[in-house]
Nanobody, 125 residues
Framework: QVQLVESGGGLVQPGGSLRLSCAAS????????MGWYRQAPGKERELVTSIPSRGITNYADSVKGRFIISRDNAKNTVYLQMNSLKPEDTAVYYC???????????????????WGKGTLVTVSS
């Protein structure tokens, strides 16, 4: 089994910063892409940013220039540095990772999507 556990959410004033972390544990051979999604009240879940195992990161237009995604492959952890936060960034933030549980699975492209339970970020004065 694989678990993703997010941390770092909370209440912050507009213009402030927060850093989210997401650690993957369990039966992991390798991790392909990792990313962050968010879901605001009454809205659908949306992609915030993603980072592949190699290559270029991807950001939603609404967070470009303010959020930075990074990962530590040795720790199976992805981070989201959120700066210049706005009230419209208020949402539950979910970590996502595409994980191969064995070398056999990785060689054949048999990975699975995993999700964390989410961490609430509230931007309010």
């Amino acid at each position: 089994q694989v678990q993703l556990v997010e941390s770092g959410g909370g209440l912050v004033q507009p213009g402030g910063s927060l850093r989210l972390s997401c650690a993957a544990s369990g039966s992991i051979f390798s991790i392909n892409a990792m990313g962050w999604y968010r879901q605001a009240p009454g809205k659908e879940r949306e992609l915030v940013t993603s980072i592949p195992s190699r290559g270029i990161t991807n950001y939603a237009d609404s967070v470009k220039g303010r959020f930075i995604i990074s990962r530590d492959n040795a720790k199976n952890t992805v981070y989201l540095q959120m700066n210049s936060l706005k009230p419209e960034d208020t949402a539950v933030y979910y970590c996502n990772a595409y994980i191969y549980s064995s070398g056999y699975a990785a060689a054949r492209g048999y990975g699975m999507d995993y999700w964390g339970k989410g961490t609430l970020v509230t931007v309010s004065s």
